[in-house]
């Protein structure tokens, strides 16, 4: 019972659950006593204004952060009382201050947080400004709500400070157990085998993970110096640079697996193969739970008995007559076993080391720090994106009229309780239509469901204490399906609404309205991404596929420069690395999000999934080259690696050209080279080495580039040239 209890605790939905429980029984519990009914709303209100504005962060960054929310809550509350009576200003503020808001947000996700906690604040302080006994009311028990959550939250991290950071580590894990599992679907030996259905979840598993250790390296940078992180976090530091190692090995490929899967359609050493990476996988959730209990890992003999039985089967396929059990390609295609063998077993050694502190060498020791730190980088972060090209800028336009269009609705038709629509539209307005619509579905089922739940509960619990317990229920479940299930959330949130408006006697009064508010809010949100500045998908999806290649094209540069120097996990090294899976993550994300656009506005759509396919494909490739890194001494054969990597750099090149919109006339297409393609070739027939690896690599990448061309061309017709001066958020 007591490591069950730890392993609630240590979840993140759970943990955070208890907290919000503990504040809102804080509120409830003494408005109740002291029969201070005209509290309630405002002071909850500000402990959700509060949540939903925090972001993790050390804790004196969170102090920080805090001390600027409730300066910004001040400032946004007191704007919305001073410039309630005059409605011309108001929605003049109300517009440059939601542009200015969110365009706080191309500093860093904590100023986004605070941004949309502000914009959101003002709008609770419009739904009570009408009843509001003086100018001071709402703004001072709005902050004192808000105020009152931020205590609670940082008594709360004092007692389980490395809480965060054990969290993301774990997810980390969970996620790379995801991964696993896609991989191993690979290895069933069909005769038939199709990879691009399991390339394409393979890709989404991969994005997944990717998002874990993004969210892990930033939950470690907001508790560095610059990059730099404390003694106290070390371990964390270790487990995260192990979790890269591990990914950048189970990304990769070596071969065709569906030529591994002819060849060995009668052996059981795919399947071995494939156990091997699901016990992998299961090992991984063992470590994720072992992080998640902070305790030390104790890594299970499965993967390693897994090991031993594959290493015997490949030994008895290479001490059998191989042409009569597997086929005339067998020869080759054992070697590709072999390199499978040796990459997992590298990850198996990597679980062994997890423990070992000293596994991070001196070069790891810095993590790549992006955020701005200064007054002046900061508006230069801001300026960059004050360009149409920029998506938060569109976002800010959007919104801000958006929102002064809903206010226009409710003082045309003297909506009393019409600042819901003002609400709504501002959950449900998005930087992109797939997510906004995602959203405006949830919101609507969400809002429908709680008015049908609500308005029986208001009968059947008329008692002032029964709706108190329903309110912090309510409160409770809204922030535990918050992220996992925002059609619950809505729900929930709703019945808070309705039970806190039932403290002053109007509960059934808004039933209607809200219902009404929202469909008004979600129609001005979808009209908002649809109409102003829309950011279609299939519009822009060149430039994510450019930069796909680009950062793949770097990444290769990194790992080929490897083979001279021998292997290091440098910071650039790093950076490459992250950066190819980034946007590898970002183009599967703008593909699926064309997908739930309207039919009209998508566009080579089976085109799209190929080329995503091949991008994964060709990142696997170079991923499987960094995995396998060591020095080369040769002379001829970095030649012959130098050569090859020239005509492919050049490729990549002139695909980002091509994609990116550039003139491509005044650029020259690399005509392909036959004698590069033999040598390549004829290396693969060698004895098994790095040397033959990294060779078969080229040349697998090397027979990728014209169907890319050709994808590439079908493309290049209908494109917008890049904005030079576009920078990507961080």
């Given at each position: 019972?007591?490591?069950?209890?730890?392993l609630?605790?240590?979840?993140?939905?759970?943990?955070?659950?208890?907290?919000?429980?503990?504040?809102?029984?804080?509120?409830?519990?003494?408005?109740?006593?002291?029969?201070?009914?005209?509290?309630?709303?405002p002071?909850?209100?500000?402990?959700?204004?509060?949540?939903?504005?925090?972001?993790d962060?050390?804790?004196?960054?969170?102090l920080?952060?805090i001390?600027?929310t409730?300066?910004?809550?001040?400032?946004?509350?007191?704007?919305?009382?001073?410039?309630?009576?005059?409605?011309?200003?108001?929605?003049?503020?109300?517009?440059?201050s939601?542009?200015?808001?969110?365009?706080?947000?191309?500093?860093?996700?904590?100023?986004a947080?605070?941004?949309?906690?502000?914009?959101?604040?003002?709008?609770?302080?419009?739904?009570?400004?009408?009843?509001?006994?003086?100018?001071?009311?709402?703004?001072t028990?709005l902050?004192?709500?808000a105020?009152?959550?931020?205590?609670?939250?940082?008594l709360?991290?004092?007692?389980a400070?490395?809480?965060?950071?054990?969290?993301?580590?774990?997810?980390?894990?969970?996620?790379?157990?995801?991964?696993?599992?896609?991989?191993?679907?690979?290895?069933?030996?069909?005769?038939n085998?199709t990879?691009?259905?399991?390339?394409?979840?393979?890709a989404?598993?991969?994005?997944?993970?990717v998002?874990a250790?993004?969210?892990?390296?930033?939950?470690?940078?907001?508790?560095?110096?610059?990059?730099?992180?404390?003694?106290?976090?070390?371990?964390?530091?270790?487990?995260?640079?192990?979790a890269?190692?591990?990914?950048?090995?189970?990304?990769?490929?070596h071969?065709?697996?569906?030529?591994?899967?002819q060849d060995?359609?009668?052996?059981?050493?795919?399947?071995r193969?494939?156990?091997?990476?699901?016990?992998?996988a299961?090992?991984?959730?063992?470590?994720?739970?072992?992080?998640?209990?902070?305790?030390?890992?104790q890594?299970?003999?499965?993967?390693?008995?897994?090991?031993d039985?594959?290493?015997s089967?490949?030994?008895?396929?290479?001490?059998t007559?191989?042409?009569n059990?597997?086929?005339?390609?067998?020869?080759i295609?054992?070697?590709?076993?072999?390199?499978?063998?040796?990459?997992?077993?590298?990850?198996?050694k990597?679980?062994?080391?997890?423990?070992?502190?000293?596994?991070?060498?001196?070069e790891?020791?810095?993590?790549?720090?992006?955020?701005?730190?200064?007054?002046?980088?900061?508006?230069?972060r801001?300026?960059?994106?004050?360009?149409?090209?920029?998506?938060?800028?569109r976002?800010a336009?959007?919104?801000?009229?958006?929102?002064?269009?809903?206010?226009?609705?409710?003082?045309?038709?003297?909506?009393?309780?019409?600042?819901?629509?003002?609400?709504?539209?501002?959950?449900?307005?998005?930087?992109?239509?797939?997510?906004?619509?995602?959203?405006?579905?949830?919101?609507?089922?969400?809002?429908?469901?709680?008015?049908?739940?609500?308005?029986?509960?208001?009968?059947?619990f008329?008692?002032?204490?029964?709706?108190?317990?329903?309110?912090?229920?309510?409160?409770?479940?809204?922030?535990?399906f918050?992220?996992?299930?925002?059609?619950?959330a809505?729900?929930?949130?709703?019945?808070?609404?309705l039970?806190?408006?039932?403290?002053?006697?109007?509960?059934?009064?808004?039933?209607?309205?809200?219902?009404?508010d929202?469909?008004?809010g979600?129609?001005?949100?979808?009209?908002?991404?649809?109409?102003?500045?829309?950011?279609?998908?299939?519009?822009?999806?060149?430039r994510?596929?450019a930069?796909?290649?680009?950062?793949?094209?770097?990444?290769l540069?990194?790992?080929?420069?490897?083979?001279?120097?021998?292997?290091?996990?440098?910071?650039?090294?790093?950076?490459?690395?992250?950066?190819?899976?980034?946007?590898?993550a970002?183009l599967?994300?703008?593909?699926?999000?064309?997908?739930?656009?309207?039919?009209?506005?998508?566009?080579?759509?089976?085109?799209?999934?190929r080329?995503?396919?091949?991008?994964?494909?060709?990142?696997?490739?170079?991923?499987?080259?960094g995995?396998?890194?060591?020095r080369?001494?040769?002379?001829?054969t970095?030649?012959?690696?130098?050569?090859?990597?020239?005509?492919?750099?050049?490729?990549?090149?002139?695909?980002?050209?091509?994609?990116?919109?550039?003139?491509?006339?005044?650029?020259?297409?690399?005509?392909?080279?036959?004698?590069?393609?033999?040598?390549?070739s004829e290396?693969?027939?060698?004895?098994?080495?790095?040397?033959?690896?990294?060779?078969?690599?080229?040349?697998?990448?090397?027979r990728?580039?014209?169907?890319?061309?050709?994808?590439a061309?079908?493309?290049?017709?209908?494109?917008?040239?890049?904005?030079?001066?576009?920078?990507?958020?961080?």
């Open positions: 019972m007591s490591q069950q209890f730890q609630y605790w240590a979840n993140k939905t759970f943990n955070y659950s208890i907290l919000i429980l503990i504040t809102l029984l804080g509120v409830v519990i003494p408005c109740w006593y002291f029969n201070l009914k005209t509290l309630i709303i002071l909850i209100l500000g402990v959700i204004a509060a949540a939903l504005s925090e972001s962060d050390s804790f004196t960054g969170r920080k952060a001390l600027l409730l300066f910004c809550f001040a400032i946004a509350s007191l704007s919305v009382e001073l410039l309630f009576p005059y409605p011309l200003f108001f929605v003049l503020g109300l517009a440059l939601s542009f200015g808001f969110i365009m706080l947000g191309a500093i860093g996700p904590r100023y947080s605070i941004a949309f906690g502000s914009i959101l604040i003002a709008i609770y302080t419009m739904l009570g400004a009408q009843e509001s006994p003086n100018l001071w009311f709402q703004p028990w902050l004192c709500g105020a009152w959550y931020f205590v609670m939250s940082m709360w991290q004092g007692m400070p490395s809480q965060p950071i054990q969290q993301s580590a774990a997810n980390v894990f969970f996620r790379l157990a995801d991964y696993l599992d896609a991989k191993s679907q690979l290895f069933h030996p069909l005769s085998l990879p691009q259905p399991h390339r394409l979840a393979e989404k598993y991969n994005s997944a993970t998002d250790l993004n969210q892990c390296k930033n939950t470690l940078l907001s508790r560095s110096k610059r990059g730099h992180i404390h003694s106290s976090h070390r371990r964390f530091l270790t487990i995260y640079f192990l890269q190692d591990i990914h950048e090995r189970v990304s990769s490929s071969y065709r697996y569906q030529e591994l899967a060995f359609q009668r052996s059981d050493v795919m399947f193969f494939k156990y091997l990476l699901e016990t992998q299961k090992a991984c959730r063992e470590l994720a739970q072992s992080i998640q209990l902070n305790e030390e890992y890594h299970s003999g499965d993967s390693i008995v897994a090991l039985e594959l290493q089967s490949i030994q008895y396929l290479r001490d007559d191989i042409r059990v597997t086929g005339d390609s067998s020869r295609s054992l070697a590709q076993l072999g390199y499978l063998f040796n990459n997992l077993t590298m990850v198996e990597l679980f062994s080391s997890i423990n070992q502190n000293d596994s991070v060498a001196q790891d020791d810095q993590l790549d720090d992006t955020d701005p730190h200064t007054l002046k980088a900061m508006w230069l801001i300026k960059a994106n004050f360009n149409k090209d920029s998506i938060l800028f976002h336009i959007r919104l801000s009229l958006a929102l002064s269009l809903g206010y226009g609705i409710i003082q045309s038709l003297g909506l009393e309780r019409g600042y819901w629509i003002l609400l709504t539209t501002l959950f449900v307005c998005q930087p992109n239509y797939s997510a906004t619509r995602q959203k405006l579905t949830s919101r609507v089922i969400g809002t429908i469901a709680g008015l049908l739940v609500g308005v029986p509960l208001l009968t059947v008329p008692s002032q204490e029964s709706q108190l317990v329903f309110i912090v229920l309510s409160g409770l479940l809204f922030f535990a918050r992220i996992n299930n925002y059609s619950y809505t729900g929930f949130i709703t019945l808070l609404v039970f806190c408006f039932n403290q002053l006697g109007e509960g059934y009064a808004v039933v209607l309205p809200r219902l009404a929202t469909l008004i979600c129609a001005l949100a979808v009209g908002a991404v649809s109409l102003i500045l829309p950011d279609w998908q299939s519009k822009r999806l060149h994510v596929m930069d796909a290649l680009k950062s793949n094209n770097s990444y540069a990194q790992v080929i420069g490897q083979y001279r120097i021998g292997k290091k996990d440098s910071l650039n090294y790093r950076i490459a690395r992250r950066q190819a899976h980034n946007h590898d970002a599967n994300a703008a593909i699926n999000a064309m997908l739930v656009e309207p039919g009209r506005y998508r566009g080579a759509v089976e085109e799209s999934f080329f995503l396919t091949l991008n994964h494909a060709l990142l696997s490739y170079i991923s499987a080259m995995a396998h890194r060591s080369i001494d040769d002379e001829s970095h030649q012959l690696i130098l050569e090859a990597h020239r005509f492919i750099h050049q490729q990549l090149e002139s695909l980002y050209l091509k994609l990116s919109g550039s003139n491509t006339d005044t650029h020259e297409q690399p005509s392909y080279d036959s004698a590069i393609e033999k040598r390549l290396w693969r027939e060698e004895d098994e080495n790095s040397v033959k690896m990294i060779l078969q690599q080229l040349h697998l990448i090397y990728m580039m014209p169907e890319m061309q050709s994808l061309s079908k493309f290049s017709a209908r494109l917008e040239p890049i904005n030079k001066t576009d920078q990507p958020l961080n």
